[in-house]
T-cell receptor, first 113, second 114 residues
Framework: GQQVMQIPQYQHVQEGEDFTTYCNSSTTLSNIQWYKQRPGGHPVFLIQ???SGEVKKQKRLTFQFGEAKKNSSLHITATQTTDVGTYFCAVPDNAGNNRKLIWGLGTSLAVNP | KAGVTQTPRYLIKTRGQQVTLSCSPI?????VSWYQQTPGQGLQFLFEYFSETQRNKGNFPGRFSGRQFSNSRSEMNVSTLELGDSALYLCASSLAQGVGSPLHFGNGTRLTVT
């Protein structure tokens, strides 16, 4: 079946360092969504990517959709303690006619002040 | 605009009991989805309701059911609770059904089954 892999599972950085998480799919995607969940909180929508090779920026966050639309990345420049949390990617379930989302297991980011 | 509201926030139940969770979506959102979140399995899709009809269903046993009312509020019911049902249950609303619209999550209901 369709698989969504997120790497790394955990990342521990010093404040000010950069951070990147990757989301890889076994199938071509129509779109991909990214969410952030703070400890004890709920997932919050960050962005949706649709086009091949698309790059979108939100302040220190850069999101990229691969040319083959099978992978995506989220890069944070100069991390801050407010970036702590788990970052999830979510993709349409191809086997289910794209009617529901399949979620990666997330990358948990810890930032040392 | 008020966000997605889930009640209760915490629940402790014993095996064999049943439980009902409630979700009020953002005003104007007609799609409500339910997810189970556990440390090992991550976010697992339970079902989606739109205009009072179940539009999608995940791979959960029939003990898990839901419904949506005419005001878009939704309830989820789990019968004959098992220890493995302990999880954070998240409700999310969106403007449209399907996978094209961003999901807006509530704070969740933390269910503990003993």
């Amino acid at each position: 079946g369709q698989q969504v892999m997120q790497i790394p599972q955990y990342q521990h950085v010093q404040e000010g360092e950069d951070f990147t998480t990757y989301c890889n799919s076994s199938t071509t995607l129509s779109n991909i969504q990214w969410y952030k969940q703070r400890p004890g909180g709920h997932p919050v929508f960050l962005i949706q990517l649709v086009k091949s090779g698309e790059v979108k920026k939100q302040k220190r966050l850069t999101f990229q959709f691969g040319e083959a639309k099978k992978n995506s990345s989220l890069h944070i420049t100069a991390t801050q303690t407010t970036d702590v949390g788990t970052y999830f990617c979510a993709v349409p379930d191809n086997a289910g006619n794209n009617r529901k989302l399949i979620w990666g297991l997330g990358t948990s980011l810890a930032v040392n002040p | 605009k008020a966000g997605v509201t889930q009640t209760p926030r915490y629940l402790i139940k014993t095996r064999g009991q049943q439980v009902t969770l409630s979700c009020s979506p953002i005003s104007g959102h007609r799609s409500v989805s339910w997810y189970q979140q556990t440390p090992g399995q991550g976010l697992q899709f339970l079902f989606e309701y739109f205009s009072e009809t179940q539009r999608n269903k995940g791979n959960f046993p029939g003990r898990f059911s839901g419904r949506q009312f005419s005001n878009s509020r939704s309830e989820m019911n789990v019968s004959t609770l098992e220890l493995g049902d302990s999880a954070l249950y998240l409700c999310a609303s969106s403007l449209a059904q399907g996978v094209g619209s961003p999901l807006h999550f509530g704070n969740g209901t933390r269910l503990t089954v003993t």
